[in-house]
Structure formats: C-alpha cells, structure tokens
T-cell receptor, first 115, second 112 residues
C-alpha cells in the first residue's frame, strides 16, 4: 500500500545509454513531480504534470523527457546519459487546490549512477 | 526568486539535548513553509508544515513557528533521540507556483 512508488530503486549504467525511471502514486492525486537531488543533497524541481499536462519544466536538458500516460503515473526517460546525471531522482505527488498548503508526498528515490 | 537558507551542518548532539535548526526564507507573497526529513537511504517524509504567519507546525516532538517578521521557520525539539539522526530540509511553496523550493539540508547526528 505504498503511496508513491518508484522503480528501479538503484540504476547503474554506462555513459551514452538511455534509461527510464517509473513512478506511480495511489493517492488519487492530480499532480506529479520529478525532483533531482545531487551529491551534496541539494534538491531541485525538474518537472511537474497536472492531469497529464506539463506545468513546470525547470530548464532541464531536453535529454530528459517526462511522460505521463495517466494521472497516476509519471515516467522519466533520459537519453544519452552523462556522468553529471548521477543523482537521486525523487518522484512526488500532490492534490492541487486553490492554495499553497497542499503537501507533496515523495517516493523513496531512484539512485542513478552513470559510469 | 524565492530561496531558502538553512544552517550548515552537521549538527552533532548528545541524546536528550535541545535541537534548533535555523531556516530563513526569501519570497514574495505568502508562502507555505515545510520541514521534510530524510533518514539514511530513504526518501523524504513531511515532518511538519505551516501555512500562514504565526502558525505553529508540530509533529513527533518537533515544532516550528512561521515568523513573517523575521522570515524564519526554525525547527526545534526539546530532547533529541538517536533515531532523529537524519537530514532535515526546510522548504517553501509560494502562491501560484506548484514547486517546492528547498534549502540545502542540515544533517543531524545524535550520539547516545
């Protein structure tokens, strides 16, 4: 009964490869996000989707392409992986209303290591 | 743009000591403020939040008060435990924006 789940948990791959990370939420939320946590633990938004529509694209290289097949899923595909893509990628979800108090719930993270 | 500043870590305490982790923010408008905690090898969990000035968020013995006059949201706990060892993130979310803006995180190490 995990609220926000991600697969895989760990991903080790070579430079130049293409890989995908999957995220699913069973909270019935309408908005999902991808955040990147670098080696210094700094967290930054990458994308958000609301009801399958892209809302935020925070100057992420176009090698990163999110896809939302339905509002419970948000996948992240990364082309031509680079060493600097090594990080922990967190998926999150929230139910958006009219205010700023909506809580975002995070998945366990996917630890990506590019060799 | 909006930003969050947290104290540098690590913060090293003995069990039962008093904890304060400072957090200040810069934002236009009236943001909501959050503390998230990340235990070793795990994802982020919401610890507490406050949505308007003078609100106090509290959970698991932790508390923080939204101070608009000092643009601060300091995290406190009266008596820490070894199990509180983790990285603590202060974050804000502003009106009209869906994203959370995080501070750099503060690592807390509690020894027996």
């Amino acid at each position: 009964d995990t609220a926000v789940s991600q697969t895989p948990k760990y991903l080790v791959t070579q430079m130049g490869n293409d890989k995908s990370i999957k995220c699913e939420q069973n909270l019935g939320h309408d908005t999902m996000y991808w955040y990147k946590q670098d080696s210094k633990k700094f967290l930054k938004i990458m994308f958000s989707y609301n009801n399958k529509e892209l809302i935020i694209n925070e100057t992420v290289p176009n090698r990163f392409s999110p896809k939302s097949p339905d509002k419970a899923h948000l996948n992240l595909h990364i082309n031509s992986l680079e060493l600097g893509d090594s990080a922990v990628y967190f998926c999150a979800s929230s139910q958006e209303g009219t205010g700023v108090e909506e809580t975002q719930y995070f998945g366990p993270g996917t630890r990506l290591l590019v060799l | 743009g909006d930003s969050v500043t947290q104290m540098e870590g690590p913060v090293t305490l003995s069990e039962e000591a008093f904890l304060t982790i400072n957090c200040t923010y810069t934002a236009t408008g009236y943001p909501s403020l959050f503390w998230y905690v990340q235990y070793p090898g795990e994802g982020l969990q919401l610890l507490l939040k406050a949505t308007k000035a003078d609100d106090k968020g509290s959970n698991k013995g932790f508390e923080a008060t939204y101070r608009k006059e000092t643009t601060s949201f300091h995290l406190e706990k009266g008596s820490v435990q070894v199990s509180d060892s983790a990285v603590y993130f202060c974050a804000l979310r502003n009106t009209g924006f869906q994203k959370l803006v995080f501070g750099t995180g503060t690592r807390l190490l509690v020894s027996p």
